[in-house]
């Protein structure tokens, strides 16, 4: 038997003709050969209990897979469909154990309810549920069948013939009154019955379960898009807080599908604009940045409902509107240092690069690529160079502020033999150097220092002996001062002349090893 949501298919439609013939066969007392069609009868209802079944079984997958991608949306009826599934099993579980007990009262343990002998015994149904346990298995099933219908009936909404169909395969009230004699749904079911009867009776309550499991679980999979809109196009929208972003800060966007029907255009509205005109499913908003500070709107988008009615959906936004300003950074650090390229970046919000005019005084300033370049002059060290910057807005030009820099010397590099100032040495690894090396030590700057002259010392006998280099390189008069060192004996490194990129030459601190 089916509801409205799962319509009867032909063969669904022979059972039930075989089975109105079983019932006409069920009153007159037949035996022999024709209890056999029972038989025939049950096999047939229980392989279109197997086919609803395997539909089932794809039904409930197709559910898994909605609740896997949507659990929001899904969770409500994913989880009353669980529900239905366990209370099916339990109750074809619950019959299908009847069966094995009228078999077993009948015929022993040897046989199965597929293979059985008594067909035509008609004492063993109405003993197992009728007198054995004062009738309390009959009771029990009628019980379980009654829940049953109850919970499904109590996910199905709105839907009065599937709620019918319900009441009627699953009904377990007594039989009309027939030649004024009133008999109970058991005694009908299980009365003077033959055993071939009783199983094909079983097992068509069985599929009569099975069916409105798939009725409802196919209801309730329906209802998980029930009152969705319907779009035909999707694109992709990238919605951020700002596309400008001061550096250290961080860029924040919202990165997301949008869905809309091209068929049906939203209606945007704006308070004290009226209707937007919309372009693609947007609304144009288009404000002009008159007032300096936070500017707020309000709005609302009306889209057409799968009903047919207008769902409306507020909409509030707010943007900020500042005076001109200027950007002033140096790249590495916040002095300029005399005698190298200082690159800067000068920038301000809403204003082309191009458009910008910069001006410094006690120093040279040039553009170089998307920056500017600040060359201090000669001697100004100790000084300050103030970096001016005008802009040419709408034809006029507009002074956007200045800020003013330190200008520093260059500081000395630090002199170093094997990356050491100081400290033990294997001669082995002294004498395996090339020379002096000038590290600029944590400065920003990629400067090069070159070293120009050094002088080697050491104690030979009681005397201080040195011999001085001309270069950045070790002499051999230098290497035999070193080769002639012992354990402990000490080597120093003085007089350290380097010349820098301004050509200025810097006296250097010097280096004391000890021979390890």
């Known amino acids: 038997m089916s509801g409205g949501n799962c319509p009867e298919t032909p063969r669904q439609k022979m059972i039930g003709m075989m089975y109105l013939f079983l019932t006409a066969l069920m009153a007159l007392n037949v035996s022999g050969e024709l209890l056999n069609a029972f038989i025939l009868v049950d096999r047939s209802i229980l392989q279109a209990k197997e086919s609803v079944e395997a539909k089932n079984f794809h039904l409930y997958s197709d559910f898994e897979s909605a609740y896997a991608m949507n659990q929001t949306r899904v969770g409500p009826y994913y989880y009353n469909s669980r529900l239905v599934q366990e209370a099916a099993d339990s109750l074809d579980r619950h019959i299908q154990s009847l069966k094995?007990?009228?078999?077993?009262?009948?015929?022993?343990?040897?046989?199965?309810?597929?293979?059985?002998?008594?067909?035509?015994?008609?004492?063993?149904?109405?003993?197992?549920?009728?007198?054995?346990?004062?009738?309390?298995?009959?009771?029990?099933?009628?019980?379980?069948?009654?829940?049953?219908?109850?919970?499904?009936?109590?996910?199905?909404?709105?839907?009065?013939?599937?709620?019918?169909?319900l009441d009627v395969a699953l009904s377990t009230q007594d039989p009309p009154v027939r030649d004024n004699v009133k008999r109970a749904w058991e005694d009908e079911k299980f009365s003077y019955i033959p055993l071939s009867a009783s199983m094909a009776?079983?097992?068509?309550?069985?599929?009569?379960?099975?069916?409105?499991?798939?009725?409802?679980?196919?209801?309730?999979?329906?209802?998980?898009?029930?009152?969705?809109?319907?779009?035909?196009?999707?694109?992709?929208l990238v919605i951020h807080r700002s596309d400008y972003v001061i550096q250290g800060d961080e860029y924040y966007a919202e990165i997301m599908v949008a869905a809309r029907d091209t068929t049906q255009p939203p209606v945007v509205t704006v308070d004290g604009r009226g209707e937007l005109q919309t372009r693609e499913g947007r609304g144009i908003l288009r404000i002009p940045a008159n007032n300096v500070g936070e500017q707020r709107w309000r709005g609302n988008i009306a889209v057409m409902g799968p009903d047919g009615s207008s769902r409306n959906?507020?909409?509030?936004?707010?943007?900020?509107?500042?005076?001109?300003?200027?950007?002033?950074?140096?790249?590495?650090?916040?002095?300029?240092?005399?005698g190298v390229e200082n690159p800067v970046e000068i920038s301000a919000p809403g204003i082309p690069s191009e458009n910008l005019r910069v001006n410094i005084n006690n120093a040279k300033i040039t553009r170089r690529g998307a920056g500017y370049v600040v060359e201090p002059n000669v001697g100004s060290a100790g000084r300050e160079a103030v970096v001016t910057v005008t802009a040419n807005i709408n034809g006029r030009e507009r002074s956007l502020g200045s800020r003013n820099f330190r200008v520093n010397r260059v500081p000395d590099p630090i002199a170093k033999v094997n990356n050491q100032r100081e400290g033990t040495i294997p001669r082995a690894i002294l004498l395996a150097q090339l020379g002096v090396v000038a590290d600029m030590e944590n400065f920003d700057f990629d400067l090069n220092?070159?070293?120009?002259?050094?002088?080697?010392?050491?104690?030979?006998?009681?005397?201080?002996?040195?011999?001085?280099?001309?270069?950045?390189?070790?002499?051999?008069?230098?290497?035999?001062?070193?080769?002639?060192?012992?354990?402990?004996?000490?080597v120093y490194i003085e007089n350290i002349r380097a010349v820098g990129p301004d050509g200025r030459t810097r006296a250097l601190g010097s280096i004391t090893l000890t021979i390890d």
């Open 201 to 236: 009776l079983l097992s068509q309550i069985q599929a009569d379960v099975r069916n409105m499991e798939a009725d409802v679980v196919r209801y309730l999979f329906t209802r998980i898009d029930e009152g969705s809109f319907k779009f035909n196009s999707i694109e992709p």
């Open 100 to 165: 094995e007990l009228f078999v077993f009262k009948a015929d022993g343990p040897d046989y199965t309810v597929e293979n059985y002998r008594s067909a035509s015994n008609q004492n063993i149904a109405a003993q197992v549920m009728l007198t054995e346990l004062q009738g309390r298995r009959s009771l029990e099933l009628k019980t379980k069948i009654n829940e049953y219908r109850e919970l499904l009936k109590g996910m199905v909404e709105n839907d009065s013939n599937l709620l019918s169909t």
């Open 449 to 490: 220092f070159r070293i120009t002259q050094f002088t080697v010392a050491t104690l030979r006998g009681q005397y201080m002996v040195d011999a001085t280099s001309n270069t950045n390189r070790f002499t051999e008069e230098q290497k035999d001062l070193i080769r002639g060192t012992v354990r402990g004996q000490r």
């Open 313 to 338: 959906y507020p909409v509030q936004g707010s943007f900020v509107v500042a005076q001109p300003n200027v950007v002033i950074s140096p790249t590495k650090m916040n002095v300029f240092y005399e």
